[in-house]
């Protein structure tokens, strides 16, 4: 099946710091989401990417989709504590013509950021 | 609109004991998915439903059911608890080309 390596597991950093993490996976993908779970919620989507090589900004948020389908990025640049969180990339086929959004999601980047 | 909504909160079970996990969300949304969620391994897919009176199996969906009798109601079935089903469980929905929308979670202890 369909896996996706998420890096690094966990960052510590200083507030005010850029952040840099990323997912890979051993098969191509149409679609490529991050989410972002705050401790007792679910996840709460930040950035979509529907097109390889695709560059996508949300606020201090920025989001590529890789050229060749098989990776995605995220940046974060100056971060507050409120970015406090577990970060989860998402991707989406459509092998085989299925319809119902099937998600495989990474393993997730525990981000700590010290004040 | 309040989303998607989650019952119970919280649960703690006991071994071969029965329970059923709701998720309700009012957005009229045809796509419905159950997932866990265990550390380390993000959220893996336990069943979906693609419309009112419809299921199909996720990736990991060994003891467990489900039902979606009516459009806005996913049902979660554990039928005999086992230690290995202690988790996070998280309900989304989805509607057209939108993406999931996940509800709050269910956090299960089994012993």
């Known amino acids: 099946g369909q896996q996706l390596n998420q890096s690094p597991q966990s960052m510590f950093i200083q507030e005010g710091e850029d952040v840099s993490m990323n997912c890979t996976s051993s098969s191509i993908f149409n679609t490529w989401l991050w989410y972002k779970q705050d401790p007792g919620e679910g996840p709460v989507l930040l950035i979509a990417?529907?097109?390889?090589?695709e560059l996508t900004s949300n606020g201090r948020l920025t989001a590529q989709f890789g050229i060749t389908r098989k990776d995605s990025f995220l940046n974060i640049s100056a971060s507050i504590p409120s970015d406090v969180g577990i970060y989860f990339c998402a991707g989406r086929s459509n092998a085989g013509g299925t319809s119902y959004g099937k998600l495989t999601f990474g393993q997730g980047t525990i981000l700590t950021v010290h004040p | 609109n309040a989303g998607v909504t989650q019952t119970p909160k919280f649960r703690v079970l006991k071994t071969g004991q029965s329970m059923t996990l709701l998720c309700a969300q009012d957005?009229?949304?045809?796509?419905m998915y159950w997932y866990r969620q265990d550390p380390g391994m993000g959220l893996r897919l336990i069943h979906y439903?693609?419309?009112?009176?419809?299921?199909a199996k996720g990736e990991v969906p060994d003891g467990y059911n489900v039902s979606r009798l009516k459009k806005q109601n996913f049902l979660l079935g554990l039928e005999s608890a086992a230690p290995s089903q202690t988790s996070v469980y998280f309900c989304?929905?989805?509607?057209?080309?939108?993406?999931?929308?996940f509800g709050p979670g269910t956090r299960l202890t089994v012993t």
């Open positions: 989304a929905s989805r509607q057209g080309m939108r993406e999931q929308y």
């Open positions: 439903s693609v419309g009112e009176g419809t299921t």
């Open positions: 990417l529907y097109k390889a090589g």
């Open positions: 957005m009229n949304h045809e796509y």
